[in-house]
Nanobody, 123 residues
Framework: QVQLVESGGGSVQAGGSLRLSCVTS????????MGWFRQAPGKEREGVVR????????QPTDAVKGRFTISQDNAKNTVYLQMNSLKAEDTAMYYC????????????????WGQGTQVTVTS
């Protein structure tokens, strides 16, 4: 059974940093495409960073480029999202997701989702 569990969210002042973790279990290599998404109240879920966990190739969206970095620790079955220079508009519930349809920012292309972790940035 595939499971993803996020952690690391919290409240931070603008300009601060947080590192989110997504621990995975039950994976096979077919579900090698992973992404971090976020959803603010009243808004649609949007992609933040995506990664091919087999090659390590990753792509952030323009909104977070230069501030957010995705990484992975295969020994710990964990994918991280390092978030620096946080802004108030980064406030959202953050989710990690996994699937087999390739690098994508479309939520429908991901099969497995974590429960989310809340990030609140205060100004």
């Amino acid at each position: 059974q595939v499971q993803l569990v996020e952690s690391g969210g919290g409240s931070v002042q603008a300009g601060g940093s947080l590192r989110l973790s997504c621990v995975t279990s039950g994976f096979t290599s077919i579900n090698r495409y992973m992404g971090w998404f976020r959803q603010a109240p009243g808004k649609e879920r949007e992609g933040v960073v995506r990664i091919n966990t087999s090659s390590g190739y990753s792509q952030p969206t323009d909104a977070v480029k230069g501030r957010f970095t995705i990484s992975q620790d295969n020994a710990k079955n964990t994918v991280y999202l390092q978030m620096n220079s946080l802004k108030a508009e980064d406030t959202a519930m953050y989710y990690c997701a996994a699937g087999s349809r390739g690098l994508s920012y479309r939520p429908d292309d991901y099969t497995y989702w974590g429960q989310g972790t809340q990030v609140t940035v205060t100004s």
